[in-house]
């Protein structure tokens, strides 16, 4: 929500639940967040727990020691915008065509053998 690019979750230390960020505890929960040096994360890519002591922190800390994935990056916060309805087609995929899909009077099948197979077989 507050981080799209969120590469694990955190479980916080005081109430033992998971969150992407310190803010989605901070909305969800009543109580102040406890910080400690040991952090408990869950990777998003290997579905993986695992600790990892922040007091002496290094660059290989930044993955996941299950999958090698780089976990600390550059967050990307959503941004407020205005839109005109149905511009985005995420929203409303009635507006693309898929060339892939052929009219009823178009599907072939394997039983399908053609007008101009005769030809092609001597």
């Keep these: 929500k507050h981080i ?3 590469q694990v979750s955190i479980r916080s230390p ?11 505890h901070a909305e ?3 109580h102040v967040l406890l910080q400690r040096t040991e ?6 890519k290997c579905k993986k727990c ?3 002591e922040t007091q002496d922190w290094d ?12 976990f600390v990056i550059d967050a990307k916060e959503p941004k407020a915008m205005l839109q005109v309805e149905g511009e985005d087609v ?12 052929k009219g009823q009077d178009q ?7 053609g007008d101009d197979t005769a030809d092609r077989l001597g």
Excluded: G
């Design 90 to 101: 995420r929203v409303d995929a009635r507006m693309l065509k898929d060339d892939r899909v």
């Design 39 to 44: 952090m408990t994360f869950a990777c998003k």
């Design 4 to 6: 799209l690019n969120a």
């Design 14 to 24: 005081c109430c033992k639940k998971w969150f992407d960020c310190a803010q989605c």
């Design 50 to 52: 695992f600790r990892k």
């Design 59 to 70: 660059e290989s800390d930044e993955y996941c020691p299950h999958c090698d994935n780089h």
């Design 107 to 113: 599907i072939a099948s394997i039983f399908d053998i």
């Design 28 to 30: 969800s929960e009543k």
